[in-house]
């Protein structure tokens, strides 16, 4: 695993008057470097950057296309320059100490050395960034035990080991839930802090949901909660810079808190936040750990953006799949919608052709037979030229007055046979209204929608009946807007109902409840959706209502009246 630096800008010169070299130097001063430049396994400088520089009269321009030994540089240059050529073989960062002279000065640096990842994949340079050690800490330093004196120069391989942990552990999955709970636990332990969430962003939202955490035992979960960004400066900043952000203070229970903060990105576009969280007093975030939580954000963010990606696509897989299948049961159905009354049609009239009726009220009989299979094929045909533009997007209606007395009369005309053959009541409840109920929409549009709902009532039960009422809802405020007058029509049933589960397809173009070759109801599954989206049409609604299978079902459309009846004293 290899996180070098990627300076794709710095390319060419690396000289001192380069306005990229010159805004990233500044930015490393604010982490508290003061000697920062770049330089190869040979060691020559490519630019150089020294906070002491004027004080001791040294020209940086000099220094710049120099050797070590020449001007400035590494007391044990040999071993130096063996570490140099280490961290470019492993491009790993690596942290040390390392004494410089100049003239007859010494200087000793904490040094964070970092290889530099160029456009072409190449790694030949390293950037180092160093802080200088006050005289009387590298005396301290003399007294600090061995024990812990080697802890400190290890840390630069722990890092190291977290960095490859970490990494091993999010490149084996493409699940995001793995991703998340894996880089908080690793972090969180390598860190010993006492929290470390991960959130989930979209730039379009300014609420974080924590999606994984690792805490202590000792403190309460953010686990589900949602962090608002606009509210948070720390995060805010992290999100805006893409750089790590720390911030110091007390908690909600008067707790010393310590943050560390940084928005996961890829391709420079946040898609999530990592926080960690410190309660013990004074925790002061390193440059080791700073660095660390830099290099994490994209590594991190990579892996969040290949994983969003990946279930994407799976979901869009699955529902093609789907959608392909519902289109071949559709398909299987429909043929079947149109062979039974075409087949109908053919048998009966190839009765009257070979006069085989016996008398002229039995032909009367079998040319009405052929008739109504003639209607109900061009019901089948209509249905799939209908759901042909509201595929396309072409389904315009022509909207007008509509009397509702009307349409609930023509459907009682085309609807109640076929309840009584059945042996089912049938009512038709109206508003009481002194004037007539006007809807504005399209007649034989509303029409369709009334037989259609009707139809599947009367179909779909077998005892008890079917009910069709209608209430007028008046104009009512809602959030400071007047919402117009609608007719809230229903279609009340006794008949065999729907379970829960099943009632999201209902409205699902190409599907039925109950598809396949088994399916007890004839029909091409197209009614409900097709009701559905020429009530929309009409700038209306339509809902369904059932508790579950046996326990019958309702289906209520809402309407814009033309104009506002007048109501009798008891509605």
């Given amino acids: 695993m290899s996180v070098p630096i990627n300076v794709e800008n710095w390319q060419g010169s690396y000289g001192k008057s380069n306005p990229a070299w010159t805004s990233h130097a500044s930015g490393l001063q604010g982490l508290g470097s003061e ?13 150089f950057y020294w906070q002491q520089a004027e004080r001791y009269k040294l020209d940086p321009e000099a220094i710049v296309n120099s050797c070590l030994n020449e001007k400035f540089g590494p007391v044990a240059a040999t071993s130096y320059l063996e570490r140099i050529q280490q961290i470019l073989e492993n491009q790993l960062p690596e942290r040390f100490c390392c004494e410089f002279q100049y003239q007859e000065e010494k200087f000793k640096f904490d040094l964070i050395i970092s290889p530099i990842l160029v456009a072409d994949g190449s790694v030949s340079k390293v950037l180092v960034m160093g802080r200088q050690v006050p005289e009387e800490s590298a005396n301290a330093s003399q007294k600090i035990p061995t024990t812990a ?17 970490i990494s091993r552990h999010i490149r084996r999955t493409l699940d995001l839930d793995t991703i998340w709970q894996r880089t908080v636990d690793d972090l969180g332990k390598g860190l010993d802090v006492s929290r470390c969430v991960i959130c989930a962003y979209k730039s379009d939202n300014m609420e974080a949901s924590v ?8 403190i309460s979960s953010f686990l589900g909660q949602k962090l608002k960004i606009s509210e948070l400066a720390d995060l805010s900043k992290a999100i805006e810079s893409l750089e790590p952000v720390t911030e110091q203070g007390f ?23 990592i926080v960690l969280y410190d309660y013990k007093e004074n925790r002061q975030w390193t440059i080791d750990e700073i660095e660390l939580m830099r290099e994490l954000a994209d590594l991190v ?31 299987a159905n429909t043929s079947h919608e149109l062979r039974t009354p075409l087949n109908g049609m053919i048998g009966f009239l190839k009765l009257v052709i070979d006069g085989m009726a016996d008398d002229p009220e039995e032909q009367m009989e079998f040319i009405q037979e052929a008739n109504r299979s003639a209607l109900h094929l061009l019901s089948v045909i209509n249905d799939i030229l209908d759901i042909a533009k509201i595929e396309a997007g072409k389904m315009e209606l022509e909207l007008g007055p509509v009397d509702l007395e009307e349409l609930f009369s023509n459907v009682e005309d085309f609807t109640k046979t076929q309840a009584q ?23 034989q549009r509303l029409l369709q929608v009334m037989l259609n709902l009707v139809g599947n009532a009367i179909k779909f039960t077998h005892e008890g009946g079917v009910m069709i009422s209608a209430e007028v809802q ?51 599954g197209l009614g409900l959706y097709i009701s559905q989206k020429l009530v929309e049409a009409m700038k209306g609604e339509v809902e369904f209502y059932s508790m579950g299978e046996g326990l019958g079902s309702t289906v209520t459309f809402t309407v814009p009246l033309y104009q506002d009846p007048v109501l009798t004293s008891n509605q």
Avoid: C
């Fill in 211 to 218: 999606k994984a955490e690792y805490r202590s035992e000792s």
């Fill in 35 to 47: 000697l920062v430049y770049v330089q190869d396994a040979a060691g020559q400088y490519f630019s």
């Fill in 421 to 443: 053959e059945k042996n089912l009541s049938f009512r038709i409840q109206k508003p009481a209204t002194r004037d007539k109920i006007i809807l504005n929409g399209n007649y």
């Fill in 149 to 165: 004196k080697a802890s400190a120069l290890h840390w630069g391989q722990h890092y190291k080991k977290l960095i490859r942990k």
């Fill in 301 to 331: 963010g990579s892996a969040i953006a290949h994983a969003t990606l990946y279930h994407e696509l799976e979901q869009a897989r699955q529902q093609a799949e789907e959608a392909s299948r519902l289109k071949s049961e559709f398909l």
């Fill in 474 to 524: 008046r104009k009512k405020p809602v959030n400071n807007q007047e919402v117009p007058a609608m007719a809230i029509v229903r279609v009340v049933d006794t008949g065999i109902g729907v379970s829960l589960e099943k009632q999201g397809r209902l409205f699902q173009s190409f599907s039925q409840v109950n598809g396949g070759h088994n399916r007890q109801y004839g029909g091409t």
């Fill in 251 to 273: 908690n909600t229970q008067e707790q010393p808190e310590s943050k560390l903060a940084v928005a996961t990105f890829y391709q420079d576009k946040p898609n999530g936040l």
